[in-house]
């Protein structure tokens, strides 16, 4: 996974390597100015981040999507740092991940059932019966004190129509603020679990059961920019945050 991972920053920054190059070129008239560097020039000084940078030539994504340039090469050099960090000193370091990191996060989160699937080998666990199960940690990924033995711990995701109440027991949904359109979530453990075992742990979600939130790319919430869903504890009845629209995202904009 982190190979695939490494080899889709490696192909977007040769991409816009290339770009950059073919325009500046093209300013000292050493390559004839095409109406596509003409576009990505535009693009460029009006701070936005050019289309070749985001979609290939077949309209299909290939990085992340940003309102701004500033904020597409924050990411670029937020997310060459985690990859970096993992593949030079191993898992051992990687107590969280930053799930808006990946390009494929849903290839990261199946990678976890699929490990958890193997270390209950003795269990005989079947990859088809196992779901995810998450937990919803009391503190932010920086006080994360150890690699959890199986699962992984995620951070960098954000609820919209609502805010996750800490101080309340063990954590549980609440009313957003005022004014605060999408407040960030603290660290989730998530770890894949048979619906068997699930029963038996008997999780308290409340007294009208779990809500069942979907955790979207971006703010645009369709079935392709979906990664995954979550159970959240909620003391009111789960209709009522459907009908506020609760979800959680990896990015803001």
Not at 7 to 22: A, E, F, G, H, K
Not at 52 to 74: H, Q, V
Not at 186 to 204: E, F, R
């Amino acid at each position: 996974f982190l190979f695939q991972e490494l080899q889709r920053l490696q192909n977007i920054i040769s991409i816009v390597r290339t770009n950059l190059d073919n325009i500046v070129n093209a300013i000292d008239g050493t390559v004839v100015m095409t109406t596509d560097l003409l576009e990505d020039l535009g693009s460029i000084f009006d701070a936005r981040v050019p289309r070749r940078w985001t979609n290939d030539a077949s309209g299909a994504e290939i990085s992340w999507l940003m309102p701004n340039l500033g904020g597409w090469f924050t990411g670029l050099t937020d997310r060459q740092v985690m990859l970096h960090t993992w593949l030079e000193q191993g898992r051992a370091v990687m107590k969280s991940y930053w799930l808006t990191g990946f390009t494929n996060a849903q290839g990261f989160l199946t990678g976890m059932r699929q490990e958890v699937t193997r270390q209950h080998k003795k269990d005989q666990w079947a990859l088809d019966d196992v779901i995810s199960h998450t937990e919803v940690l009391q503190f932010d990924h920086e006080r994360i004190k150890e690699v959890p033995d199986e699962g992984q711990n995620i951070h960098g995701l954000y609820i919209e129509g609502g805010r996750w109440n800490r101080s309340a027991d063990g954590g549980r949904l609440d009313e957003s603020e005022p004014k605060k359109l999408f407040v960030s979530m603290p660290a989730i453990y998530v770890t894949a679990t048979t619906a068997k075992d699930l029963k038996a742990k008997g999780i308290d979600y409340g007294p009208f059961g779990p809500y069942n939130s979907a955790v979207y790319k971006y703010p645009k919430r369709n079935d392709r920019y979906l990664i995954f869903r979550l159970l959240l504890k909620t003391d009111v009845h789960p209709y009522h945050w459907k009908l506020r629209g609760v979800c959680l995202m990896a990015q803001t904009e």
